[in-house]
Each structure stands twice: as C-alpha cells, then as structure tokens.
C-alpha cells in the first residue's frame, strides 16, 4: 500500500513507487472500476518534483511523454489548468 493505494506491481521494467512521493499516472479503469492498469506502461508515469516538474520514467523518443512535455511543459500546474479549463 501506498499511500493509502493499494498497488500490485507485475514486471513494468523500472518502475518504482516510492511512498510519500507524487505521481501523474495515465491509467485505464477496468470494468469492474476497483482497479486501474497504465495506459501506456512506463511511459504512462511521471514522478511529480516538489517544484510541480513531471519527470517521466521514459526517457527518448516516445509519444506520450513528447505530448506530455509539448502541450503542458512537463508541469503539473500547466495539466491542471488545462483539465479545468475543459471541464468548464
């Protein structure tokens, strides 16, 4: 458990969660809606910086993580306002 998530691990590579760490995950919700699995596995994660900073656990030339830092600047804050902005 982790912070209160309860997490089941299955051979993503380098992925590590850390307690007491931020995450930004992308997940798909599975059909029952108790449990989530990455939408694009380490490249669906990025650790969130004290400062806001999304620091991806893939590195190079990968689709979701150029997104992630051409649309918002690999910054939480930028992600944020952008959701709101939508969900008015």
């Known amino acids: 458990m982790i912070d209160g998530v309860i997490v089941t691990q299955q051979s993503l590579g380098n ?6 760490t931020k ?3 992308f997940v798909h919700l599975e059909f029952s809606g ?3 699995s990455l939408a694009a596995y380490t490249d669906g994660a990025f650790a969130v910086q004290p400062d806001g900073r999304l620091v991806g656990f893939s590195r190079g030339d990968r689709p979701l993580v150029e997104e ?3 649309r918002y600047g690999n910054n939480i804050k930028n992600l944020r306002e952008e959701i709101r902005r939508r969900l008015r």
């Open 15 to 20: 992925l590590f969660l850390v307690p007491g």
């Open 68 to 70: 992630v830092e051409r």
């Open 23 to 25: 995450y930004l995950l």
């Open 34 to 36: 108790k449990f989530v």
